[in-house]
């Protein structure tokens, strides 16, 4: 573990001046120092935020070099710093970087040394995807908390400020300063495959205070939050990772719906902003995705909403920003439109060559880099990172999945399950009318670093609970020998528990024949809440907005009666045979008892 005089020496001197007093931009002298003093080259490799793969800087498994080497055409993160001198490193799940949070922690130090020990040498912005809910990269046992559709249905800011300040602080003990999240997309598509529960829901006052909220948290913390995606992907119905997503409102609709979570986000501070692989031809009639347009980035976020912190991309690897220019196209294009952050791009050598290639050719002014460069070493040195980039296991030890943590989410999702169907008040569940439970459903792949299966998870919880609860797994498109096994155990039952997930034909199919044996069920959509209209006659429909533990704990303790319901819809649910009508609006939830 290197000492703080290594520290300071490895950044020259610069460190200790650099602690962030009074305004952000009071350091922007010395700041602007250093960037005179980096080479062209230096100045490329800080625009750029890329993945790595292996659980070390320098050691990594056999198999993480392999993909390294075929990937980027370096073994480790400390070879892939030293040749692209990158500003920012994102951590995956699937890149073997999130193993466990003491790893985790050697990994950040690992690469913070890498890049401290290079002339010049500058701390390098740790980030990554840590929504809650569906997209998470650390794992147990750090704390997980409901996604942002459940912490919309819970409606308390407050509860959005905690989950901010304890994933926040929890990030920062294992080196990771700067998160992608909260989603300020206002998610008023139904059919939108890749927003949906990733937004706090459909209302944008609502979404606008609960983003405010968690910027708040998380930035109190010491992490820096982004705003995503901009100029708001709510209403999709491609996701921009395989597809080029188009949003047709008006400039005027967009002023009432899309930008008001992100004037909440600016207003609150937020320290980055990142972009959407999207067309908006109400914003930009070039046909350029967003990502990619001067009068989306720099004429709207810029000049019209006054934002001078950091832009990111969205990952430039997918497909929304690839389909009009090439790979050597798209990050000149993005600086030219106003970004500062490049992230995750396909080849970072195709990428960083094609940068210094415009710059050498004047396509690219070096002022135009310069600044980026200024907002990003801004964001270092707010985060304390020239002072202290490094992190300690006692302080992962003291921070990480805490059992106070652990309980404050837990509380959070007491309050976020929502009961939309209570016929003849089967719910709660008796103990003694009702012991004997089967849980059946859809089991997806439960999200990074969670217990699952949901079944598994349900009826472990009901066990606890005083029930006695048997998982059968009936995945998300059953077969019709799987829904008659399921139907055969249900005779066996007081009671039938199943999960939904995006309800399909097949999955109907088995809660119709479940219903058909004359056994109570009860519906759990373990993501979508739109489930419940595709279930006209389903005795009992509760919404937990995600298949993590944490949800399915707090929905089993509402099914048990040890909690009340206490969620309401944060988006409507309209009519299965008429879209044009609401079924459930904003706002709809039963209690117990009424």
Request: aromatic content about 6%; overall charge positive.
């Amino acid at each position: 573990m290197p000492s703080r005089r290594t520290v300071l020496a490895a950044t020259a001197g610069v460190a200790a001046s650099l602690a962030v007093s009074g305004p952000v931009h009071a350091n922007d002298n010395k700041l602007r120092s250093l960037i005179s003093r980096m080479t062209l080259e230096e100045k490329v490799g800080q625009l750029f935020v890329m993945r790595v793969y292996g659980h070390s800087a320098t050691a990594p498994d056999q198999a993480d070099i392999d993909a390294n080497l075929k990937e980027i055409g370096v073994r480790t993160a400390a070879e892939l710093i030293a040749r692209y001198r990158v500003g920012g490193i994102i951590y995956f799940t699937w890149a073997h970087n999130t193993r466990d949070p003491h790893q985790i922690a050697d990994l950040s130090n690992g690469i913070q040394k890498a890049s401290l020990q290079q002339p010049r040498g500058l701390p390098v912005v740790i980030s990554t995807d840590q929504e809650h809910g569906i997209v998470c990269r650390v794992g147990e046992p750090a704390t997980l908390f409901p996604g942002a559709m459940a912490i919309g249905a819970g409606g308390s800011r407050t509860d959005a400020r905690t989950l901010g300040r304890v994933a926040g602080q929890e990030l920062r003990a294992i080196g990771i300063r700067q998160n992608y999240s909260p989603v300020a997309d206002v998610n008023v598509n139904p059919a939108n495959p890749v927003i949906g529960v990733r937004s706090f829901g459909a209302d944008p006052a609502a979404v606008a205070g609960l983003v405010a909220a968690e910027v708040a948290g998380y930035q109190g913390a010491g992490v820096a939050a982004t705003a995503k995606h901009f100029p708001g992907h709510g209403d999709t119905a491609v996701d921009s990772h395989y597809g080029f997503p188009v949003i047709t409102h008006s400039r005027e609709l967009w002023e009432k719906l899309d930008a008001v979570p992100f004037r909440a986000a600016i207003r609150a501070g937020i320290d980055s902003i990142m972009t959407a692989h999207i067309q908006f031809p109400a914003l930009d009639d070039s046909g350029d995705p967003a990502t990619l347009s001067h009068p989306i980035l720099t004429g709207i976020l810029r000049g019209e909403l006054g934002y001078d912190g950091v832009v990111v991309t969205d990952s430039l690897g997918m497909e929304g920003v690839r389909t009009k220019y090439g790979d050597d196209r798209v990050p000149v294009l993005a600086l030219k439109a106003g970004v500062d952050q490049l992230l995750n791009p396909p080849s970072l050598d195709v990428a960083w060559n094609a940068v210094l290639r415009a710059v050498r050719d004047g396509e690219l002014t070096e002022a135009r880099l310069d600044e980026s460069i200024l907002r990003i070493l801004r964001l270092k040195a707010k985060l304390g990172l020239f002072e202290k980039p490094y992190v300690s296991q006692g302080g992962v030890t003291r921070t990480v999945g805490t059992p106070a943590h652990l309980a404050a989410a837990d509380r959070v999702a007491e309050r976020t399950t929502t009961l939309l169907v209570n016929e003849k008040r089967l719910l709660p569940l008796s103990r003694r009318t009702h012991r004997k439970l089967l849980v059946v459903g859809a089991d997806p792949a439960s999200p990074s670093g969670t217990t699952g299966p949901p079944t598994g998870v349900l009826a472990a919880a009901l066990t606890e609970l005083g029930f006695t609860a048997t998982a059968l797994s009936t995945g998300t498109a059953p077969s019709a020998a799987t829904v008659a096994q399921a139907v055969a155990a249900a005779q066996q039952a007081d009671a039938v528990i199943v999960g939904t997930y995006n309800l399909t034909a097949a999955q109907k199919t088995l809660v119709e024949q479940l219903m058909a044996t004359g056994r109570p069920v009860v519906a759990i959509a373990v993501r979508n809440p739109y489930d419940v209209a595709q279930l006209p006659t389903v005795p009992a429909f509760l919404a937990s907005y995600s298949w993590t533990d944490v949800e399915l704990r707090a929905a089993a303790r509402v099914v048990a009666g040890k909690a009340a319901p206490r969620g309401r819809l944060p988006v409507p649910v309209q009519r299965a045979e008429d879209p044009a009508r609401t079924l459930y609006p904003v706002g709809y939830g039963l209690s117990y008892g009424r």
